[in-house]
Nanobody
Framework: QVQLVESGGGLVQAGGSLRLSCAPS????????MGWFRQAPGKEREFAAAISWFGKNTFYEDSVKGRFTISRDYSKNTVYLQMNSLKPEDSAVYYC??????????????????WGQGTQVTVSS
């Protein structure tokens, strides 16, 4: 059974940092693009960041550019989302996703094949 397991969420003050991790199990995701989406209460799930399967290309939603960094460690089969300068509006459940054939349509959630259960990030003002 394929699973994506997120960790690293929590409560942090505005201006602080968190690092989310996503560790797939059940298969190797080295050929998959990996991404992070987020969903705040009462809002639709939105794209946050993605990294191509070969790790050279990264993509970010405009509001997180310059503050979030996505990376992947192939030896650990793990993807990270380093979040700095956090704002209250970053509060959401963050979901890890894996996709094989995204056709460069990274922001479209329907393109992604596997999803994690989510980890809560809460930023207090």
């Amino acid at each position: 059974q394929v699973q994506l397991v997120e960790s690293g969420g929590g409560l942090v003050q505005a201006g602080g940092s968190l690092r989310l991790s996503c560790a797939p199990s059940g298969r190797t995701f080295s050929r998959y693009a990996m991404g992070w989406f987020r969903q705040a209460p009462g809002k639709e799930r939105e794209f946050a960041a993605a990294i191509s399967w070969f790790g050279k290309n990264t993509f970010y939603e405009d509001s997180v550019k310059g503050r979030f960094t996505i990376s992947r460690d192939y030896s650990k089969n793990t993807v990270y989302l380093q979040m700095n300068s956090l704002k209250p509006e970053d509060s959401a459940v963050y979901y890890c996703a894996a996709g094989l054939n995204l056709q460069n349509d990274y922001t479209n959630g329907a393109r992604w094949d596997y999803w994690g259960q989510g980890t809560q990030v809460t930023v207090s003002s």
